[in-house]
């Protein structure tokens, strides 16, 4: 119950653990937190409703739980919600038609409950799809929600078809725990064979789907024309695509001919069914076949950090830009410490932070990515990501570890605030861009900082803003010091990144 007492607690990351028993019904209202992660728990009871009162929560993880009820109506008074996953428990009752009001809520997942009666359509509820939803047999509403319509003659039809079973139940009843023990047995060997961690076996039933066809890639794209091309990457190009439903995309299709390619697209596709976060861009499906190779992922409409750092028709402020370390940072600690499989980036850049329609940033391309054995802490590898980020022991010793992830990070966190890419024409000589901050502090440290960003900022105190700054380069310094060992992790991160961002004001800055 003490945990529930800390007032100005921001994250509450519990995740990955074998907590079980109820949370507490009497516990207090959290002012200022902004992120719970229980997931991958065993916690059970109701959720308490008091958490609708946490006004400050942006995101709220209780997925992979044994909660069981309805799910609180006081939910719809978390207007700052962005992120709500309760997948994978025992929830029953309606969805409350209260979220409905949730004008920030973008990613929800109710899917693996109990859940039954209409799905609200308005506000929110609009954008999402049938990923939200699935196997809750009992829900309706839309035909794109992969639910049944919510009409009379439906509620009839199951309610002769529930009379007719009640005549043959024993026999159906017999048949279906016969063929269900089979089938765990041959669940449970193919897993054993698969040498899969058994917490992650319920995460990849939920995000399987069926792959595309080469024909209605052609279709999606206009046969890849130049005109959807949104850009090209170390292994091949993108294409803007429609897919039939109407849903805009983005289509990665690898150059089969460039070595490494088949590789990429191999490790883009094991990550794929491993992770799952608000903050990394979402794999929708997959193209394999004689002629092509190609990733259908989840459309950004705002480009890459990279065109906004350095297009002259953009600019980003100071709110913005913290918003943005932060959404990276979350994405990487949940990569590094939220499953049972560390996976490690290997190539962090501007380039591969993509920026949704809210300037969300979420983390692309994971055709280098490395997913670590467990109990392992790093590997070995031949390939290295993009100069400049790599990691100063990936070319000495080719060992993968998170602390690489960590270093590019802050070397992005710099470029971020500077404007300066770590490669730049003025660092040709020995001197980096990490030692070129460093000697800047404290005393000159705006005389590096983006131009642009402190003309933008000419209204906030010049003090302040100075002070937020140096925060921020001291959070890149440490991030990115030469020994591995000496370098931050993304917990202490994200604990400090939140506290900037919270002392620069509670939102985002919408574009």
Not at 37 to 62: E, K, T, Y
Not at 254 to 273: H, I, P, T, Y
Not at 393 to 400: A, C, I, P, Q
């Amino acid at each position: 119950m003490s945990l529930w007492n800390l007032e100005s607690l921001l994250v509450l990351n519990l995740s990955s653990n074998s907590f079980n028993g109820d949370l507490p019904q009497g516990m207090r209202k959290l002012n200022a937190v902004q992120v719970i992660d229980l997931s991958w728990n065993q916690i059970s009871g109701n959720i308490p409703s008091v958490i609708g009162a946490f006004q400050s929560l942006r995101s709220l993880n209780l997925s992979n739980n044994l909660f069981v009820g309805n799910v609180p109506k006081t939910f719809g008074d978390l207007k700052g919600l962005e992120d709500l996953d309760l997948s994978q428990n025992s929830l029953s009752g309606t969805i409350p038609k209260s979220l409905e009001t949730l004008k920030y809520l973008e990613h929800l997942n109710f899917s693996f409950n109990h859940l039954s009666g209409q799905i609200p359509s308005g506000g929110p509820f609009a954008n999402f799809t049938a990923q939200s939803f699935l196997e809750n047999g009992e829900l309706c509403g839309r035909p794109d929600f992969g639910v049944r319509n919510c009409t009379a003659q439906s509620t009839q039809n199951s309610k002769a078809a529930l009379h007719l079973f009640k005549y043959i139940l024993p026999a159906i009843a017999s048949t279906m725990i016969l063929a269900a023990l089979v089938y765990r047995l041959i669940k449970y060997h193919n897993k054993r064979n698969a040498g899969l961690p058994s917490s992650v076996e319920p995460m990849l039933s939920a995000i399987e789907h069926r792959m595309i066809s080469y024909q209605e890639l052609r279709r999606a794209t206009n046969d890849f024309c130049e005109s959807n091309a949104l850009g090209v990457g170390s292994f091949g190009s993108v294409y803007k695509g429609i897919l039939s439903n109407g849903t805009t995309v983005a289509v990665k299709v690898l150059n089969l001919q460039m070595e490494g390619a088949l590789k990429s697209f191999d490790a883009e596709c094991k990550v794929w069914r491993t992770i799952r976060h608000r903050n990394l861009v979402k794999v929708i499906t997959s193209c394999s076949s004689h002629e092509v190779r190609a990733l259908v992922l989840q459309y950004m409409c705002n480009g890459s950090l990279e065109k906004w750092l350095y297009s002259h028709n953009y600019c980003l402020n100071l709110v913005q830009r913290v918003s943005m370390m932060v959404d990276i940072a979350l994405s990487l600690e949940y990569l590094h410490h939220g499953q049972a499989e560390v996976v490690v980036h290997c190539d962090l850049k501007p380039s591969n932070i993509l920026l949704d329609e809210d300037m969300v940033a979420h983390v692309g391309d994971f055709g280098l990515a490395k997913i670590l054995a467990k109990n392992k802490d790093e590997t070995q590898t031949r390939t290295i990501g993009t100069l400049g980020y790599v990691a100063p022991e990936y070319g000495s010793t080719g060992k993968v570890s998170t602390k690489g992830d960590v270093y590019s990070y802050g070397i992005m966190m710099l470029e971020i605030i500077t404007r300066k890419k770590p490669t730049d024409e003025m660092f040709a000589g020995e001197q980096t861009l990490r030692q070129w901050i460093n000697e800047s502090l404290p005393n000159n440290c705006l005389e590096v900082v983006d131009a642009g960003l402190l003309s933008i900022e000419e209204g906030r105190d010049v003090n302040a803003t100075k002070n937020i700054i140096l925060s921020i380069m001291e959070i890149s310094l440490r991030c990115c010091e030469q020994v591995p060992e000496e370098r931050m992790d993304f917990k202490d991160v994200v604990t400090k990144l939140m506290k900037i961002k919270l002392a620069l004001g509670n939102g985002r800055n919408r574009v």
